[in-house]
């Protein structure tokens, strides 16, 4: 079992960026899949990346293609978003999950373990 944990997150103004971390206690990241999810205020759950276990294959959604990057550092048991050119479109609650297995990145219901989610705010 893995408890991921997310932190960075923040006040930024629009075009700006931030680095979400995700730290996992338990086992290590490396044999999950993660992936971050977003929700904004009255929206949806959306998903917008994951990196896939064992590896660096990475997934995004068209939403944030291009200017957010996944990435783990295994020595740190860690996972990260970088997001750039940040719009006000993009204040939410973010949230990192892990999960076995490589198929359904995109598919929040597969996912088993979440952390508590950190909000970024992006002003105008």
């Known amino acids: 079992q893995v408890q991921p944990v997310e932190s960075g997150g923040g006040l930024v103004q629009a075009g700006g960026s931030l680095r979400l971390s995700c730290a996992a206690s338990?086992?290590?990241?490396?044999?999950?899949?993660v992936g971050w999810f977003r929700r904004a205020p009255g929206q949806e759950q959306e998903w917008l990346a994951a990196i896939i276990w064992g590896g660096t294959t990475t997934y995004y959604a068209d939403s944030v293609k291009g200017r957010v990057t996944i990435s783990r550092d295994n020595a740190k048991n860690a996972v990260y978003l970088q997001m750039n050119n940040l719009k006000p479109e993009d204040t939410a609650v973010y949230y990192c999950a892990a999960k076995a297995g490589s198929t359904a990145w995109g598919v929040a219901s597969t996912y088993d373990y979440w952390g508590q989610g950190t909000q970024v705010t992006v002003s105008s």
């Open positions: 338990g086992r290590t990241f490396i044999m999950y899949t």
